[in-house]
């Protein structure tokens, strides 16, 4: 199994609150992903990291920032959190990207309930 | 516009029964890939296979087994001699050559009864 965690698992916030999630890798994948899962919709792309600190915007990015200082790591912020961001996180790794099959490898996923 | 369509939201077999999971999906490019995972009641997203745009060549493995027809735009997914353990969402993928990131389908949910 590729070596990703998340953390938290399980989180219930607020309404307005912020928020951070974290991914963190052991395999030195040079792309990261994050995706949010709800139904009927499958998995979403909300931000995407192809080196540190080299980020970029994927499918659902508004109300949601991220971070890459360090290669294992990468940071997904609600700055304000909605009820309409309650759902599952997924972050994601590939060793490479677009050019070469961008095969991903996902993390464990984190719960999150806005109210 | 890429795009992923599983259009069987659920299906149920009996176990031992045989089941395909149908996958079409749109893209103008000529270089893409083609993604199957899985996603057990435990939640976690197990990668399946990858298949290049260049490769039609159907694939074995085990009681799995895919087909690629591009003629049809499809990628099917075959279970042969289904199992409880089989019982799982899955989800069809596709990655352009251009694009950094999966494009998913909304998922078939499987569930074999014992």
């Known amino acids: 199994d590729a070596g990703i965690t998340q953390s938290p698992r399980h989180k219930v916030t607020e309404t307005g609150t912020p928020v951070t999630l974290r991914c963190h890798q052991t395999?030195?994948?040079?792309?990261m992903y994050w995706y949010r899962q709800d139904p009927g919709h499958g998995l979403r792309l909300i931000h995407y990291?192809?080196?540190?600190?080299?980020?970029d915007k994927g499918e659902v990015s508004d109300g949601y920032s991220v971070s890459r200082s360090k290669t294992e790591d990468f940071l997904l912020t609600l700055e304000s959190a909605t009820s309409s961001q309650t759902s599952v996180y997924f972050c994601a790794i590939s060793e490479t990207g677009r050019t070469a099959g961008n095969e991903q490898f996902f993390g464990p996923g984190t719960r999150l309930t806005v109210l | 516009a890429q795009k992923v369509t599983q259009a069987q939201t659920e299906i149920s077999v009996v176990e031992k029964e045989d089941v395909t999971l149908d996958c079409v999906y749109e893209?103008?490019?000529?270089?893409?890939?083609l993604f199957w995972y899985k996603q057990p009641p435990s939640g976690e997203l197990v990668f399946l296979i990858r298949r290049n745009s260049f490769d039609e060549q159907n694939e074995i493995s085990g009681r799995y087994s895919w087909n690629f027809q591009k003629s049809t735009s499809s990628f099917n997914f075959t279970i042969t001699a289904s199992q409880v353990v089989d019982s799982a969402v899955y989800f069809c993928?596709?990655?352009?050559?251009?694009?950094?990131?999966?494009?998913f389908g909304t998922g078939t949910r499987l569930t074999v009864i014992p």
């Open positions: 993928a596709l990655s352009e050559g251009g694009a950094n990131n999966l494009f």
């Open positions: 893209t103008r490019d000529t270089t893409y890939y």
């Open positions: 395999e030195n994948h040079r792309y």
């Open positions: 990291s192809y080196g540190v600190k080299d980020t």
